[in-house]
Structures are given as structure tokens and as C-alpha cells.
């Protein structure tokens, strides 16, 4: 039996053809399509927001002298107009409406009865519902003598300067759709910046306990 016979010559590495396709960067961005749909998301969630802001809240201007001396004209309040959505208008809240006589203008007041409510204004005293209000806020007693009863849906608004306040007193009641909402805020002048200053009245009896009273 023969022995294998063996080549003494080194084997030669095989050469492969180098790939002529071009290789692809892992650095590479993103494509152009990308970019413009997150800018159009980014733009769409900034139109949402700006959406949302102006639909929950409105400034406001106070202009003449109705409120003082609770608020000052010249100064600028930001509005809650989802206020009354979550709650009900309650008496002591300083409120923005539309004028019921002309809704192009807008005021500022403060509501002093709710609907069914009996306001009545004797010797400078103001009764709801035959309970004389606490009125730290105001800057005059009022000179009417009058009584009121309220409709439903509507509301009795005063100005706390009494002696100067185009208010229910003059141009009856306020329809509750007329309401834009609860002054907030007071944003401008910097130095006068606070929380508006709202007053409860938890004593008054509400309407039917007033009616079914003897």
C-alpha cells in the first residue's frame, strides 16, 4: 500500500471581487417626510393649546369706577368662563357680562341675588331673602328703596360703588346666558397683581326656604 503523496507549495489565500455596491451610513437621517409630519403635529398641538386657552379664558379691561373699591379701572382681570360650568353662580361672585341692553359692551358686577331670590334695599341695606347682607366690599350704601324677585334664570347684580353703578338696579335683571364668566385674575398693573377678591354670603337662606317660611 502506497503512501499519499503531499504538495510542498503553499496554499494561496482565494482572492474575492471586491463589492462594488456602496454601503449605506448608519448616520444617515431620517427622510424628509418624517420631518414634516412632526412639524405639523408640533404645529396642530400648539393651535389645540392656543384653542383651548382662549376657549377657557378671556382678559378683560375694567374701565370707569362701578366696582370700586374692590377693583380699580385700568386694570386687566383674566376671565374663568368654564367656571360656571363646573358650579353654579353663587351670590358674592364678581362676575363679566354682556350689557343685556346692548351685548356689544361688556361689565364687570357682582351677583347680590339668585334666581327666585327676593332683594330688597331699604335705608341703605340690602336683604335677600329677608337676611341683611354683609357687605364689607362696598364703597356707599345705596339710596334705593326698592324689592325685587327674581326670575328663573336670571340674576341681581350690583356694582360695589353703589352711587355709581349702571347695575339691576336700573336695567333689571341679568338673563344667566349673558353671563361670560368669573373674573379670576388681576394680571396688569404688576404691582396689583392678586386673586379677585370674591365674597360668600353661607347665611342667606336660599329661595324656598325663604317661601316656605311663615
Given at each position: 500500500?502506497?503512501?499519499?503523496?503531499?504538495?510542498?507549495?503553499?496554499?494561496?489565500?482565494?482572492?474575492?471581487?471586491?463589492?462594488?455596491?456602496?454601503?449605506?451610513?448608519?448616520?444617515?437621517?431620517?427622510?424628509?417626510?418624517?420631518f414634516v409630519r412632526e412639524i405639523l403635529e408640533t404645529l396642530l398641538f400648539t393651535f389645540f393649546v392656543i384653542?383651548?386657552?382662549?376657549?377657557?379664558?378671556?382678559?378683560?379691561?375694567?374701565?370707569?369706577?362701578?366696582?370700586?373699591?374692590?377693583?380699580?379701572?385700568?386694570?386687566?382681570?383674566?376671565?374663568?368662563?368654564?367656571?360656571?360650568?363646573?358650579?353654579?353662580?353663587?351670590?358674592?361672585?364678581?362676575?363679566?357680562?354682556?350689557?343685556?341692553?346692548?351685548?356689544?359692551?361688556?361689565?364687570?358686577?357682582?351677583?347680590?341675588?339668585?334666581?327666585?331670590?327676593?332683594?330688597?334695599?331699604?335705608?341703605?341695606?340690602?336683604?335677600?331673602?329677608?337676611?341683611?347682607?354683609?357687605?364689607?366690599?362696598?364703597?356707599?350704601?345705596?339710596?334705593?328703596?326698592?324689592?325685587?324677585?327674581?326670575p328663573p334664570d336670571s340674576y341681581f347684580v350690583m356694582g360695589d360703588n353703589r352711587l355709581s353703578s349702571s347695575?339691576?338696579?336700573?336695567?333689571?335683571?341679568?338673563?344667566?346666558?349673558?353671563?361670560?364668566?368669573?373674573?379670576?385674575?388681576?394680571?396688569?398693573?404688576?404691582?396689583?397683581?392678586?386673586?379677585?377678591?370674591?365674597?360668600?354670603?353661607?347665611?342667606?337662606?336660599?329661595?324656598?326656604?325663604?317661601?316656605?317660611?311663615?
Amino acid at each position: 500500500m502506497t503512501s499519499p503523496e503531499y504538495s510542498s507549495e503553499p496554499i494561496q489565500p482565494q482572492a474575492y471581487p471586491e463589492s462594488s455596491a456602496p454601503v449605506k451610513s448608519s448616520s444617515a437621517g431620517p427622510p424628509s417626510s418624517v420631518f414634516v409630519r412632526e412639524i405639523l403635529e408640533t404645529l396642530l398641538f400648539t393651535f389645540f393649546v392656543i384653542w383651548l386657552v382662549k376657549s377657557a379664558t378671556q382678559n378683560f379691561r375694567i374701565e370707569g369706577s362701578s366696582m370700586l373699591p374692590t377693583m380699580e379701572e385700568g386694570q386687566y382681570l383674566i376671565i374663568n368662563k368654564l367656571a360656571y360650568f363646573l358650579d353654579e353662580p353663587q351670590r358674592g361672585d364678581i362676575i363679566v357680562l354682556h350689557f343685556p341692553n346692548d351685548r356689544s359692551r361688556d361689565f364687570i358686577k357682582r351677583i347680590i341675588g339668585l334666581p327666585g331670590d327676593t332683594v330688597e334695599i331699604n335705608n341703605g341695606r340690602v336683604k335677600v331673602n329677608g337676611v341683611e347682607l354683609n357687605e364689607p366690599y362696598i364703597k356707599d350704601p345705596p339710596t334705593n328703596n326698592q324689592t325685587w324677585t327674581i326670575p328663573p334664570d336670571s340674576y341681581f347684580v350690583m356694582g360695589d360703588n353703589r352711587l355709581s353703578s349702571s347695575d339691576s338696579r336700573s336695567w333689571s335683571y341679568l338673563p344667566q346666558e349673558d353671563i361670560i364668566g368669573k373674573a379670576w385674575i388681576v394680571y396688569w398693573p404688576v404691582p396689583e397683581w392678586q386673586l379677585v377678591p370674591h365674597v360668600s354670603h353661607p347665611y342667606v337662606p336660599s329661595s324656598t326656604v325663604s317661601a316656605a317660611s311663615p
